[in-house]
Nanobody
Framework: QLQASGGGLVQAGDSLRLSCAAS????????MGWFRQAPGKEREFLSA???????YYSDSVKGRFTISRDNAKNTVYLQMNTLKPEDTAVYYC?????????????????WGQGTLVTVSS
């Protein structure tokens, strides 16, 4: 199971850190990803980190968002800086069993429940 947290209401330019806690003893093998879905839009890939720590970012967040993981805590993080109103969405974490980090949401095996981020202008 994945449990995302850390969302909230912030102002443009603020920072926020999302967390995603995973249960189970094989977390270090999982590929972990972050997605978001704004109202009326498809779920969008943001970032991913492999079990070995390789990082991937979409162009829309590269330079502003940073993904990291703490395998000892079974947790992946998404540090979001310089937030913009267009970052407003429900943010989801997801995991792959095989450690891969595809940009396609269809290839992820587990999903968290989502945490809402609202950025006011």
């Amino acid at each position: 199971q994945l449990q995302a947290s850390g969302g909230g209401l912030v102002q443009a330019g603020d920072s926020l850190r999302l967390s995603c806690a995973a249960s189970g003893r094989t977390f270090s093998r999982y590929g972990m990803g972050w997605f978001r879905q704004a109202p009326g839009k498809e779920r969008e890939f943001l970032s991913a980190i492999s079990g070995s720590g390789r990082l991937y970012y979409s162009d829309s967040v590269k330079g502003r968002f940073t993904i990291s993981r703490d395998n000892a805590k079974n947790t992946v993080y998404l540090q979001m800086n310089t937030l913009k109103p267009e970052d407003t969405a429900v943010y989801y974490c997801a995991a792959t069993r095989d450690g891969t980090t595809p940009p396609s949401r269809l290839l992820y095996h587990y999903w968290g429940q989502g945490t809402l981020v609202t950025v006011s202008s």
